[in-house]
């Protein structure tokens, strides 16, 4: 049978590194989400994302579709899969789902790609993400990316502001989450939904990679926060967190 006859689908994404599900909070996201609804699923590594039909990663293959997009993605799966972690909520929790969506993925992950990336302290570690560039042109190559990174950071906002007051807005972001979680063991309360595969997609890559920040130190002060990011890592990616010792 093919992958579609099975319905699997391909999911384009960055190789692993790390020893998280993905560096992009956006990939980790959707496959969260998968593994969340059982979707079956075939990851392809692509350190390329030129390759997505918005260029960008993550993507899917469904069929003959190829789709690009996390939140596209999911709203395409929830239809024609018919799987919906969300359909529980009600209107409240689908408006504070959203709110929350927004804040990390127009607001906070900007300043992830410039913690991890920018900050001379996240580029010590995160360089190695373009080790599969022949070292002849690496020099050359991550250079362009990282000016192309700067400049779009420049246009969006958050390189207008000094370091300080960036990592001041990030932590106001996650004060602001924060207060909204609940005392269960999800975003709210017994049963999981999309925001949290959202949460987990950016905590990962805040508090389960190498590089320091005062946006990590904030978030490893939460206790809840630490317990709910070790605990969806255990249960959704138990040989990922047994391999870390999370498990």
């Given at each position: 049978?093919?992958?579609?006859?099975?319905?699997?689908?391909?999911?384009?994404?960055?190789?692993?590194?790390?020893?998280?599900?993905?560096?992009?909070?956006?990939?980790?996201k959707?496959?969260?989400?998968?593994?969340?609804?059982?979707?079956?699923?075939?990851?392809?590594?692509?350190?390329?994302?030129?390759?997505?039909?918005?260029a960008k990663?993550?993507?899917?293959?469904?069929?003959?579709?190829r789709?690009?997009?996390?939140?596209?993605?999911?709203?395409?799966?929830?239809?024609?899969?018919?799987?919906?972690?969300?359909?529980?909520?009600?209107?409240?929790?689908?408006?504070?789902?959203?709110?929350?969506?927004?804040?990390i993925?127009?607001?906070?992950?900007?300043?992830t790609?410039?913690?991890?990336?920018?900050?001379?302290?996240?580029?010590?570690?995160?360089?190695?993400?373009?080790d599969?560039?022949p070292?002849?042109?690496?020099?050359?190559?991550?250079?362009?990316?990282?000016?192309?990174?700067?400049?779009?950071?420049?246009?969006?906002?958050?390189?207008?502001?000094?370091?300080?007051?960036?990592?001041?807005?990030?932590?106001?972001?996650?004060?602001?989450?924060?207060?909204?979680?609940?005392?269960?063991?999800?975003?709210?309360?017994e049963?999981?939904?999309?925001?949290d595969?959202?949460?987990?997609g950016?905590?990962?890559?805040?508090?389960?990679?190498?590089v320091?920040?005062?946006?990590r130190?904030?978030?490893?002060?939460?206790?809840?926060?630490?317990?709910?990011?070790?605990?969806?890592f255990?249960?959704?990616?138990?040989?990922?967190?047994?391999?870390?010792?999370?498990?």
């Open positions: 049978m093919t992958d579609a006859q099975q319905g699997r689908i391909k999911l384009f994404q960055f190789p692993r590194m790390f020893g998280i599900p993905n560096i992009s909070p956006f990939c980790c959707l496959e969260t989400w998968l593994r969340m609804t059982g979707i079956p699923y075939e990851v392809v590594d692509t350190p390329d994302p030129r390759r997505g039909p918005k990663v993550p993507f899917i293959i469904d069929g003959n579709q789709l690009g997009d996390s939140t596209l993605i999911i709203e395409h799966l929830k239809m024609t899969r018919g799987v919906d972690p969300d359909a529980w909520l009600d209107e409240r929790q689908r408006a504070t789902s959203l709110l929350a969506q927004r804040v993925e127009e607001h906070y992950a900007f300043i790609l410039y913690t991890h990336f920018i900050r001379d302290e996240g580029w010590r570690h995160t360089r190695a993400f373009f599969s560039v070292a002849l042109v690496r020099p050359l190559v991550t250079g362009m990316l990282r000016r192309n990174m700067r400049s779009a950071l420049y246009l969006q906002g958050t390189l207008r502001h000094s370091d300080e007051d960036i990592m001041a807005f990030a932590i106001d972001d996650w004060r602001a989450i924060l207060s909204f979680m609940s005392k269960g063991p999800y975003f709210f309360g049963q999981p939904s999309s925001i595969a959202t949460l987990f950016s905590l990962a890559t805040t508090l389960m990679t190498p320091q920040s005062p946006v130190d904030f978030l490893r002060t939460q206790h809840k926060c630490v317990a709910y990011a070790e605990r969806t255990a249960q959704y990616f138990p040989e990922l967190a047994a391999a870390n010792g999370k498990a």
